[in-house]
């Protein structure tokens, strides 16, 4: 008798393994009910649809509640195109700050050099709203990386993250390998066993 219904529990088990719980092993668990009501997303570059209606940042975060590190991801990468929209917009101020006292300092130069009877014109002295400008501009065009940098990679979490929840929402009825543990042998209780986590 135990040997039946042992064989049984591992035949059941193992088709829940190989093949995934279908819709009978679901029951009528709402959880998996939910799962299968909500909605797919598509994106179009870091805006997200829901067939054609634009979701804002709040309801896509309320879709993406009940899958916490996607909520999260999805959350990141927004806060990672804003950074990168402000680090763009400084670094193109900075940039062109740095590239007009360039120029105005190179234009003081040449005016004391060739007002000044006394000095020597092979003198290259540069006035220091050039050496200024030369160091506000290399920053400006570092901020300017690092901001395209930040929207690019702001962008991948987000497409990651929707792509992300429709996989797992196409596949709720399946079992993931990682999901299931094993333990054959002596068990933690001390009895020799087969236990199965999922």
Do not use: H, W
């Amino acid at each position: 008798m135990r040997k039946t219904v042992l064989t049984t529990v591992l035949c059941v088990f193992t088709q829940f393994l190989i093949f995934g719980a279908s819709d009978n092993f679901a029951g009528s668990n709402d959880s998996i009910k939910s799962k299968k009501d909500q909605p797919i997303l598509e994106t179009n570059n870091t805006k997200v649809y829901n067939g054609n209606t634009m979701l804002s940042k709040n309801e896509v975060l309320s879709i993406l509640s009940s899958y916490p590190d996607l909520a999260s991801q999805y959350q990141t990468g927004k806060s990672l195109r804003s950074a990168g929209g402000l680090l763009v917009a400084g670094g193109i101020v900075s940039t062109v700050g740095g590239i007009v006292l360039c120029v105005d300092g190179m234009i003081k130069s040449v005016n004391n050099i060739y007002n000044d009877k006394y000095s020597n014109p092979n003198d290259n002295l540069m006035d220091a709203n050039y050496y200024l400008g030369y160091g506000v501009s290399i920053i400006g065009g570092l901020m300017l990386d690092g901001g395209i940098a930040c929207n690019i990679i702001g962008r991948i979490k987000i497409n990651r993250s929707i792509n992300k929840y429709n996989e797992t929402k196409n596949s709720a009825f399946k079992l993931n390998p990682e999901q299931v543990n094993y333990q054959v042998g002596l068990l933690n209780n001390g009895k020799f066993g087969l236990k199965l986590t999922f």
